[in-house]
């Protein structure tokens, strides 16, 4: 059974501190890729990589930053927490689609990180 | 900016009831997704299409992809209280790792 797991499912930090999003994929995908998830606005993408070491910022990358030091595992990291993070955050794995003009293929995602800056 | 919008956004229907949830972009896809994600839970696939004008079932759901490739719809059909959910239609185009997510559709199946 494939898996996503992230390292909570509920997180509370106050305005300020160094947060970090623990993700690990066991399916020996190359793509991670972390979300923000806010009603009303679907999922929008924050960072993405495709290999180790490697990333590449999504549409609202500001205020966070990534790490990629073995294939299974991406974390998040939010140098200084703020109040307009609070937010679900979701991580997803796939395979490589390549540079072969095939489409992306199937991503799949943790349970996702509920944290909320007080 | 490529943009999905999902309409309804909220959909409360009576267990039996046929529904049908929109997916529209002006931007053309190479290939379309629709996930599923349930209270406390990450998304999970249900369909790719690719082809424009292409139809696929799963069961009680319906996916069709536009004939142009920048709409989609999903209809279920004689909708249950496991129907209940979020769902989330994505957008990609070939060549690149990146999706774009639509707006969502909550959807409520009462027994």
Known sequence: DVKVTQSSRYLVKRTGEKVFLECVQDMDHENMFWY????GLGLRLIYFSYDVKMKEKGDIPEGY????E??????????SAS???TSMYLCASSLWSGSSGRSPHEQ??????????L | TQL???SPQFLSIQEGENLTVYCNSSSVFSSLQWYRQEPGEGPVLLVTVVTGGEVKKLKRLTFQFGD??????LHITAAQPGDTGLYLCAGASSGTYKYIFGTGTRLKVLA
């Open chain 1, 36 to 39: 923000r998830q806010d009603p």
């Open chain 1, 65 to 68: 930053s990534v790490s990629r």
């Open chain 1, 70 to 79: 073995k294939k299974e595992r991406f974390s998040l990291i939010l140098e």
């Open chain 1, 83 to 85: 109040t307009n993070q």
């Open chain 1, 108 to 117: 799949f995602f943790g349970p996702g990180t509920r944290l909320t800056v």
């Open chain 2, 4 to 6: 999905l919008e999902q």
């Open chain 2, 68 to 73: 142009a490739r920048k709409d989609s719809s």
